[in-house]
């Protein structure tokens, strides 16, 4: 399976469950947080 976010290779079964890497996952839910924070304002 590969990540839609980066196109690389998704290795272990938590990324592949989740249907992307770390990386990306952690970048995905840091712009969703100031996304909700920038809401509040």
Request: glycine share 4%; proline share 5%; aromatic share 2%.
């Amino acid at each position: 399976m590969i990540c839609p976010i980066c196109n690389r290779q998704l290795r272990s079964k938590k990324s592949i469950e989740r249907g992307m890497g770390p990386v990306c996952a952690r970048k995905l839910k840091e712009a969703e947080y100031q996304s909700e924070t920038q809401k509040v304002k």
